[in-house]
């Protein structure tokens, strides 16, 4: 790109921020929860629009393409937002749960996990522990859903294989004791250090 052509880029893209950002910026703020919500979603909109200038359209049409990438990134936000609460809320029952340091169920799923290879570890507990979906990993992960719910179901075979392995004998209902508790309770912490495995 030359220097002229970069001149014109900048030039229109000025042009279209000044024209509608008050009215995307209205638009933001009641699809947000929160003012600062609503300008990271006005400032996300208009990078997506620099970055894909070419493809917003010119006149008229630039505003309803502006307002549909409005709602993909107000709408990502929600989403995320949730999840932030959730998350918060499945904490919450982690640190009332981690006040039982005696638990033995807590180191088992511990040195099950450590047994798992990177990538199995990292799809079980973007399921069991943050929440995803099949979908939302294979983004996370860059791979297609069904190679992920592929992993998923090995990952799941093998987490189990490897913590009945460790469940003392007589003990036949650890794995429903297991399944009973809230997914945070027996989830490793984050600064857990694994030893590195393959797949």
């Not at 429903?176 to 309770?185: C, E, N």
């Amino acid at each position: 790109m030359t220097d002229a052509d970069m001149e014109c880029r900048r030039h229109r893209f000025d042009a279209l921020f000044r024209e509608h950002v008050a009215g995307v910026a209205s638009y933001c703020r009641w699809r947000s929860g929160s003012s600062s919500d609503e300008q990271d979603a006005v400032g996300e909109v208009f990078l997506i629009a620099w970055r894909r200038l070419d493809e917003v359209p010119k006149g008229d049409e630039a505003r309803p393409w502006l307002y549909a990438t409005a709602r993909r990134v107000t709408a990502n936000q929600a989403r995320s937002n949730a999840r932030r609460t959730r998350l918060r809320e499945r904490l919450r029952a982690h640190a009332t749960a981690a006040a039982d340091e005696d638990d033995p169920l807590v180191g088992r799923v511990r040195e099950a996990l450590a047994t798992l290879g990177t990538r199995d570890r990292e799809v079980l507990l973007l399921t069991e522990w943050e929440g995803l979906t099949a979908p939302e990993i294979a983004v996370v992960v860059g791979r297609p859903a069904v190679a992920v719910r592929s992993r998923l179901h090995r990952a799941r075979k093998r987490f189990r294989a490897a913590f009945e392995s460790q469940v003392p004998a007589g003990d036949s209902d650890a794995m429903s004791r297991l399944a009973a508790r809230p997914p945070m309770a027996t989830a490793p912490a984050r600064s857990t250090t694994f030893p590195s495995q393959g797949a």
